[in-house]
């Protein structure tokens, strides 16, 4: 399963994470990287609502660290479906799990900043996007910042843009 998984052959990961999970004395650890490979498999080949069950109940069942990386995903899944305001709560949820998981709250934050930009609420999302550059200092520093950065300088553009239509609109332009 986990070959699998890191050969990117989802179906296969698919299937065999299933025969893992059937298996009789299974450990609680590979039980959770079990339902943690079939819920990401599943998202990986679009079926997002069969994957969003797994990795919701699997970020209730556990607050490892796996746990968190499920409730990220979970919450990737609704954004991607455009269900924005249960994407935000569950974002808040994993942002308030205790123990908390730098990397995966960095990763959750800059997608409340997504979120945010979907909106058109653009000040939440650079307060969100700036909260990660001034604060993580964790695993991937540079690149979780740069992107958090690179949001930041996106959604300068649209209110650039926006107010540059503003302005035609009240010349007469």
Known sequence: MRGFWNLNNYQSAIAYSNKTLLLS???EPLEIEASLIHGLSLKETDR???????????????KSIKGAEAKYNAAEILFEQEKNDECEITIMELVKQKPSYDYWIASAIILLGDNFIVKEDYFNAKSSLQSVIDNYEGKDQAEIVALAQSKIDYILDLESQSEKSSRKRRCGN
């Open 25 to 27: 004395n299974l450990d």
């Open 48 to 62: 997002l609502d069969e994957a969003y069950i797994i990795l919701i109940a699997l970020s209730e069942t556990t």
